[in-house]
């Protein structure tokens, strides 16, 4: 089987970000961009299901700017076969939203036939989480968002997911489309001698037109601020104070 | 032309290393430091996550279980390791010394494949209680006997001989006559721990990597076969110098990984730190200070990659490696000392890795030949073209 996996190019975790002075969004030149953390758990889980046998074939794909072929490389370095950009904008300010990502991603999936695609369950720029389960009813696929655990059965899948009461186990008719959330596993590292090996692997260019998809925005960005600034604390004489306050003011106990 | 941007392949192995050395060295740091002893439960944990992901011995050639890296590939997994505790990268992310790969194909299954597979760990012997700089003043002795070869004398300074399996030692062998007068012969000899007459004894306590030990290793009568020599009779110095490599850019990289650490915590405390109402990044007297740090870092950092890639271009001199071993050395000293004058009285702490990186710059200036001896090498090579 074949397993297609969607990477976004993000800024990194890590960086404090800052906001454009006109409010149109967060400002991303010369910023340290990395692959979406949910995405490379999406990779771990293709290559640990390429390593049990499960699937023969770890095929990626990123929409966005040239530039996001450095994040294709990196999941080709983690243990991905194959690469596909989709090169649907010039500007790094200019996110494609995610109504047009998944109509990219059906028509790829059209084209490549895989039986499983396995997405990160939101991007963490823009936190949309929508793409897995849009791509989901556009192919009318089964869906299986935010999983912690994911075990294919023949032509099933059996997924544990993340909801907010606590863990819920699922079946689904594969082929499905399965969103990855922080438990599903832990990322390899991307090791030298596999990096070494990346440069070889087929990573094909393609853009936004080869497929016929209209990625012109949908949605307009009216503010963006950052977040408030943390109020200053205060100081409780006792235990019985602070047991008053969580009670009385905070409403937690 | 001239390309300074890296590959995507370098700015990889750049994150892997970095993500590795944040995740898996650091969390040990503070014991080792406040210790000055890595248990070897540690090592042994770290030193399989770091065979898992393909840094261990990332330095070797790919044909015999390499990374297959160039050289400023390599010098930049070297900057990233640079960044922690020394005892912790070199033993748990050993590089084996690329003079292994000189061996007969026994000598290389005895010892360089181990070395990489990390079962065994090596170390190089030259230093003399009475030979320094002066390499070729070494009195330690191998002489022929029969078949095979007597060694006597002491060497010290030998970095984590107490963990290693064997040592690669080199001793006089002999002496030749020249136009300048007698010059010491000298050869290399594989000597196993255990061989008798052959002991190693703990070394001195110092100021720099703690955790990294040094020892004293004592020959007396210790006896070998000719099979332990590595390369030819008479040729050691020969065998070092076409194999040892770039160690000299090796002590420049992990140098500016320090440098880059202490910077970043320097930038980090002017930016948060405040003092009379405002950040004391907005104080000139600290601004400038990182502006200069900064400068110099980039200066050092741009004269290590570029000895690198002449290194594999094959225009590399002597001097273009001892100016950036010098300079990558001594800018770390400055910006390990100026990062403690930002943080003032916390950057002694050793709840920070200032105080350490301070105290660990001081070594870099020593080892790998002192900055007088790369200043010498230097300046031989532009008065050697005038004939002087």
């Known amino acids: 089987m074949k397993v297609l996996v969607p990477v976004k190019r993000v800024i990194d975790y890590n960086v404090k970000v800052r906001v454009k002075a006109d409010g149109s969004g967060v400002d991303l030149a010369n910023v340290k961009m990395s692959m979406n953390p949910f995405d490379e758990i999406a990779v771990e889980q293709a290559i640990r299901l390429k390593e049990a046998g499960t699937v023969d074939e770890i095929v990626v794909v990123s929409i966005g700017v040239k530039q996001a072929q450095e994040t294709l490389r990196t999941a080709l370095a983690m243990g991905a076969d194959r690469a596909i950009l989709i090169v649907a904008a010039e500007d790094v300010h200019n996110d494609i939203e995610p109504l047009a990502v998944a109509n990219l991603l059906k028509a790829v999936v059209d084209e490549e036939g895989p039986g499983l695609v396995i997405c990160g369950k939101q991007a963490i720029d823009n936190d949309m989480n929508a793409t897995g389960q849009m791509l989901s009813a556009l192919l009318g696929w089964s869906q299986a968002t935010f999983a912690s655990e994911v075990a294919i059965e023949g032509n099933h899948a059996v997924v544990t997911r993340e909801v907010d009461g606590g863990l819920q186990t699922i079946k689904v008719a594969m082929p499905t489309v399965i969103t990855a959330d922080l438990r599903l596993n832990e990322p390899r590292y991307a090791s030298l001698p596999n990096i070494m090996k990346a440069k070889k692997k087929p990573l094909d260019e393609k853009t936004a037109a080869d497929y016929g998809v209209d990625v012109t925005p949908r949605l307009t960005v009216v503010k963006t601020t950052e977040p408030a600034g943390r109020k200053a604390g205060i100081k409780v004489g006792s235990v019985d104070e602070l047991i008053a306050k969580l009670k009385d003011e905070a409403g937690v106990i | ?388």
């Open chain 2, 1 to 388: 032309m001239m390309h300074f941007g890296m590959t995507d392949e370098q700015r990889m192995i750049v994150d892997t290393t970095r993500a590795f050395v944040e995740a898996e060295l650091y969390p040990h740091e503070a014991l080792v430091e406040r210790t000055g002893h890595l248990p070897m439960e540690i090592i042994r944990e770290v030193q399989a996550k770091a065979i898992a992901a393909g840094l261990y011995a990332a330095n070797m050639p790919e044909d015999v279980g390499g990374a297959g890296l160039d050289t400023l590939s390599w010098l930049l997994y070297e900057r990233e390791l640079g960044r922690a505790n020394y005892a912790l990268h070199w033993t748990c992310v050993a590089r084996p010394s690329n003079i292994l790969l000189a061996g007969t194909p026994e000598q290389r299954e005895k010892y360089l494949y181990p070395c990489i597979r990390g079962e065994k760990w090596d170390c190089l012997a030259m230093t003399e209680p009475g030979a320094g700089s002066d390499l070729r003043g070494m009195k330690a002795s191998a002489r022929r006997e029969g078949d095979d070869w007597v060694l006597n004398g002491t060497k010290h300074f030998i970095s984590h001989a107490d963990i290693a399996d064997f040592a690669i030692v080199f001793m006089a062998s002999g002496e030749e006559v020249t136009p300048r007068g007698p010059k010491r012969l000298i050869t290399a000899f594989f000597v196993d721990k255990g061989t008798p007459g052959f002991t190693v004894r703990d070394g001195y306590r110092n100021v720099s990597h703690r955790g990294y030990t040094n020892a004293i290793l004592e020959f007396d009568n210790c006896r070998l076969p000719a099979s332990h020599i590595l390369g030819e009779v008479h040729k050691g110095f020969e065998v070092a110098n076409t194999w040892l490599g770039a160690t000299r850019l090796q002590v420049a990289a992990t140098s500016l990984g320090r440098a880059d650490r202490a910077l970043g915590h320097s930038v980090q405390y002017a930016a948060e730190r405040e003092q009379f109402g405002q950040k004391i990044g907005k104080f000139q007297g600290i601004s400038f200070k990182l502006a200069d740090m900064a400068m110099e870092l980039k200066a050092a950092e741009l004269l290590t990659w570029d000895a690198a890639w002449r290194f594999d271009d094959g225009s590399v001199t002597e001097a273009d490696m001892s100016m950036a071993k010098l300079k990558a050395t001594e800018v770390l000293a400055m910006i390990a000392d100026e990062a403690i004058q930002i943080h003032g009285g916390m950057g002694l702490m050793d709840d920070l890795p200032l105080e350490r990186i301070w105290r660990d710059a001081r070594v870099e200036r020593i080892w790998e030949g002192t900055s007088e001896i790369q200043r010498h090498i230097i300046s031989r090579q532009l008065l050697r073209a005038h004939g002087a």
